[in-house]
């Protein structure tokens, strides 16, 4: 989507390089090994931060080896239940959980995803025990929740949205600080009483480190001018539900250390491993 409208503006032929694998670390290293003359970016998500604490021996330095560039934004988690299951609000889990440690299931992305990582900080947060049941990947996850193999779902409020609107799962409480635009009414863990709590998938772009402030701000004019685009920007506000930031460097960079910091300790805090 950013491809097109980046090619326009910086006047030079963009390729799109999929690159899976190691959560990501794979292509990342391969931008961070680049030549930093605005040749290479890293388009990634919010798995990005979680590679130094859950790869033991990760191919790059995530807060060295590239420099952020550009946040293009975030979107909530959600967490959802199926609908046999009796619980209203997340604080009926919490009840629920307290009467039957580690009895409630809930199932995620995989291990080491940040939906797995929010479930786990508000369990300790609400003194609880929840059972983790990974996928991989959202999808059979979902699928599972909904036929009632687990009790409860964490994914992105994307995927999870047509689920919740067409009932086959019912939300219980989102992870933003403010509710999402689709989901006006389900509460978000503050107001569930999780003081500060936070928990968004999020997208940014990356240069290789070293790469000059004047190559950088031309490439973040040109990517931030193709995603402000009304089709570009329409796609990705009502179908992805992300809350188009459009953050240069300076910002993007704090919100960066932030994730590394929160997240990188409930890794550490709870020994989880990625799965391999």
């Given at each position: 989507?950013?491809?097109?409208?980046?090619?326009?503006?910086?006047?030079?032929?963009?390729?799109?390089?999929?690159?899976?694998?190691?959560?990501?670390?794979?292509?990342?290293?391969?931008?961070?090994?680049?030549?930093?003359?605005?040749?290479?970016?890293?388009?990634?998500?919010?798995?990005?931060?979680l590679l130094g604490a859950l790869i033991k021996k990760p191919p790059l330095d995530?807060?060295?080896?590239?420099?952020?560039?550009?946040?293009?934004?975030?979107?909530?988690?959600?967490?959802?239940?199926?609908?046999?299951?009796?619980?209203?609000?997340?604080?009926?889990?919490?009840?629920?959980?307290?009467?039957?440690?580690?009895?409630?299931?809930?199932?995620?992305?995989?291990?080491?995803?940040?939906?797995?990582?929010?479930?786990?900080?508000?369990?300790?947060?609400?003194?609880?025990?929840?059972?983790?049941?990974?996928?991989?990947?959202?999808?059979?996850?979902?699928?599972?929740?909904?036929?009632?193999?687990?009790?409860?779902?964490?994914?992105?409020?994307?995927?999870?949205?047509?689920?919740?609107?067409?009932?086959?799962?019912?939300?219980?409480?989102?992870?933003?600080?403010?509710?999402?635009?689709?989901?006006?009414?389900?509460?978000?863990?503050?107001?569930?009483?999780?003081?500060?709590?936070?928990?968004?998938?999020?997208?940014?772009?990356?240069?290789?480190?070293?790469?000059?402030?004047?190559?950088?701000?031309?490439?973040?004019?040109?990517?931030?001018?193709?995603?402000?685009?009304?089709?570009?920007?329409?796609?990705?506000?009502?179908?992805?539900?992300?809350?188009?930031?459009?953050?240069?460097?300076?910002?993007?960079?704090?919100?960066?250390?932030?994730?590394?910091?929160?997240?990188?300790?409930?890794?550490?805090?709870?020994?989880?491993?990625?799965?391999?």
């Amino acid at each position: 989507m950013i491809a097109a409208g980046a090619q326009e503006r910086l006047g030079a032929t963009v390729i799109v390089e999929n690159k899976a694998g190691a959560m990501g670390s794979i292509g990342a290293a391969q931008v961070a090994k680049s030549a930093a003359d605005g040749s290479s970016f890293l388009v990634t998500f919010d798995s990005h931060a979680l590679l130094g604490a859950l790869i033991k021996k990760p191919p790059l330095d995530i807060e060295t080896d590239l420099e952020p560039m550009l946040l293009v934004g975030t979107a909530p988690y959600v967490i959802a239940a199926n609908t046999s299951r009796p619980y209203k609000t997340f604080a009926d889990v919490d009840a629920a959980a307290k009467q039957q440690p580690g009895g409630i299931t809930y199932s995620s992305a995989g291990p080491g995803t940040l939906g797995h990582l929010a479930m786990v900080l508000l369990a300790q947060r609400s003194g609880i025990e929840l059972t983790h049941v990974p996928y991989k990947g959202a999808s059979p996850a979902i699928v599972d929740t909904i036929g009632g193999h687990v009790d409860l779902v964490i994914a992105s409020i994307a995927i999870l949205l047509p689920q919740l609107e067409s009932g086959k799962l019912r939300g219980l409480m989102q992870t933003g600080r403010a509710p999402a635009a689709a989901l006006k009414d389900l509460p978000t863990a503050v107001d569930s009483g999780f003081a500060d709590f936070e928990a968004l998938a999020w997208w940014g772009v990356f240069a290789p480190k070293g790469t000059p402030p004047a190559v950088i701000e031309r490439a973040n004019a040109a990517f931030t001018d193709a995603l402000e685009q009304e089709a570009v920007s329409r796609q990705l506000r009502e179908t992805q539900q992300i809350n188009l930031l459009l953050d240069g460097p300076e910002r993007f960079r704090t919100f960066f250390a932030r994730q590394i910091d929160v997240w990188g300790g409930v890794v550490r805090d709870n020994d989880i491993r990625a799965s391999s």
